[in-house]
Antibody, heavy 122, light 109 residues
Framework: QITLKESGPTLVKPTQTLTLTCTFSEFSLSTSGVGVSWIRQPPGKALEWVAL???????RYSPSLKNRLTITKDTSKNQVVLKMTNMDPVDSATYYCARYISNSPLYYFDYWGQGTLVTVSS | QTVVTQEPSLAVSPGGTVTLTCASTTGAVTSVDYPNWFQQKPGQAPRALIY???NKHSWTPARFSGSLLGGKAALTLSGVQPEDEAEYYCLLYTGGTWVFGGGTKLTVL
């Protein structure tokens, strides 16, 4: 079955760069219409959409975070990497990755990882 | 930047019907905003329920349905079960990116 799993540091210091990896199985990012997205959720708060990479390497970022984000994919490893620079305590959150399907007029995020909690503190 | 608004909280009795809504500051929500709905229970990852306004995933219970209602996206639960108590989030497509609503905490009394 389709699975996604997030990995990365649980603790980062302010101003550092966060690097998170989403490793997935049973689907391919080389398939037309497929993407992987990152979503985050601060403790006790709402979900926030962060970034999305498409099968054709098109990339989209949250306007409020765009200047700090880079999303890349390694199709051979079935991995998507998110880098976020200049981390701040307000970036402390559970970070999720999810599969995205684009099949006009149907667009959806169906399978999600379990999430990884990142705390920003000195 | 687009802000997506949901009712902060709603309550419903078991067996009852409740409708959650999702509004956008850019104007009426339409089918080309491709509304998605998710359910999240404490300590769990979100679970996808509805996509592109009305479509259900294979695992979505029949009592959940999506629609457009009065310029908003809507999620209706008919015949609510105790296990439906959760946070519900809508997600809208806007200008090439996606925006989540603030969530609705649904209490089953």
């Amino acid at each position: 079955q389709i699975t996604l799993k997030e990995s990365g540091p649980t603790l980062v210091k302010p101003t550092q760069t966060l690097t998170l990896t989403c490793t997935f199985s049973e689907f391919s990012l080389s398939t037309s219409g497929v993407g992987v997205s990152w979503i985050r959720q601060p403790p006790g708060k709402a979900l926030e959409w962060v970034a999305l990479i498409y099968w054709d390497d098109d990339k989209r970022y949250s306007p409020s975070l765009k200047n700090r984000l880079t999303i890349t994919k390694d199709t051979s490893k079935n991995q998507v990497v998110l880098k976020m620079t200049n981390m701040d305590p307000v970036d402390s959150a559970t970070y999720y990755c999810a599969r995205y399907i684009s099949n006009s007029p149907l667009y959806y995020f169906d399978y999600w990882g379990q999430g990884t909690l990142v705390t920003v503190s000195s | 930047q687009t802000v997506v608004t949901q009712e902060p909280s709603l309550a419903v009795s078991p067996g009852g019907t409740v409708t959650l809504t999702c509004a956008s500051t850019t104007g009426a929500v339409t089918s080309v905003d491709y509304p998605n709905w998710f359910q999240q229970k404490p300590g769990q990852a979100p679970r996808a329920l509805i996509y592109s306004t009305v479509n259900k995933h294979s695992w979505t219970p029949a009592r959940f349905s999506g629609s457009l209602l009065g310029g908003k996206a809507a999620l209706t639960l008919s015949g609510v079960q105790p296990e439906d108590e959760a946070e519900y989030y809508c997600l809208l497509y806007t200008g090439g990116t996606w925006v989540f609503g603030g969530g609705t905490k649904l209490t089953v009394l």
